[in-house]
């Protein structure tokens, strides 16, 4: 079995900053808010410190002698090796991605050498914006890098991922919540009936009237998919959300699981 190859989520957030908050569905409008937490959560490197603490020192001595810069190195038994590897920033794999993420895994060498033999998948995955100019693999996704014990932030990146990790974990469940419920509920007046404290946070382009009169089958679905505990906490995340400043135009550097575009914004 191959690496694990990234699921797709349906994240809007390129989308969220050319088109007004009041023509979004509830998820992207309410995803708009969630990202932010991301960026509560800096990476504890820089670039350079966490890549050139993944490779052979050689590297970080051939980089500071320009051998990876736009123009192509002398033949030699450095560029023998240098053709083997994809470089960046001038191509890379997805025209869609920036040419330079790489994504490394922090577990075990006995998880990794499974997971890169193909008897199971990485779990354990973070990515970065590499420095520019230096030999990355082809495909990180499915040949990601090993984060070696001797990294001098190797006990700091495995605290962040795993703080990571908890964050990315409760905005998936709250995102997969507001889906279920957007499903059933799907205009001001449902919900303004069935969650009115979720319309301190999402706007509708034409509200209409805000009757009370909503069949209650409606309110029965609407609380089977959405508890009180899952308003409350979906409520505290917005709350908290709120407060931060928007992040739309600044791209996230690192995060954790596999890198999609949506979910760097």
Excluded at 94 to 104: D, G, W
């Amino acid at each position: 079995m191959p690496i694990n190859k990234p699921r797709p989520h349906i994240i809007m957030m390129g989308k969220a900053q050319t088109v007004p908050m009041r023509e979004r569905s509830m998820r992207e409008q309410v995803e708009a808010y969630l990202s932010r937490i991301r960026h509560t959560l800096p990476f504890p490197c820089t670039p350079e410190e966490c890549y050139f603490g993944l490779v052979p020192p050689a590297v970080k001595q051939w980089h500071d002698e320009g051998l990876f810069e736009d123009a192509s190195p002398k033949p030699g038994r450095a560029s023998n090796l240098l053709a083997t590897m994809w470089q960046t920033p001038e191509r890379h794999t997805y025209a869609t991605m920036r040419p330079n993420i790489l994504h490394v895994s922090v577990e075990e060498e006995d998880e990794y050498l499974e997971a890169v033999r193909g008897n199971r998948g990485c779990e354990g995955i973070f990515w970065f914006e590499a420095p520019p100019h230096v030999p990355l693999p082809r495909n990180s996704m499915q040949t990601p890098f090993f984060l070696p014990k001797d990294h001098p932030f190797h006990d700091a990146i495995n605290d962040w991922v795993e703080q990571a990790i908890a964050i990315e974990d409760e905005l998936q469940t709250s995102l997969t919540l507001i889906e279920r419920y957007s499903a059933i509920v799907k205009t001001a007046t449902q919900v303004k009936n069935t969650w009115p404290e979720l319309m301190n946070f999402i706007t509708y382009k034409n509200s209409g009237g805000l009757s009370n009169q909503i069949p209650r089958t409606l309110r029965e679905q609407a609380a089977k998919v959405m508890r009180p505990t899952d308003k409350e906490a979906l409520i505290f995340q917005l709350t908290r959300a709120v407060m931060l400043p928007e992040k739309e135009n600044q791209p996230l550097s690192a995060w954790v699981k596999f890198y999609t575009q949506e979910i760097a914004q």
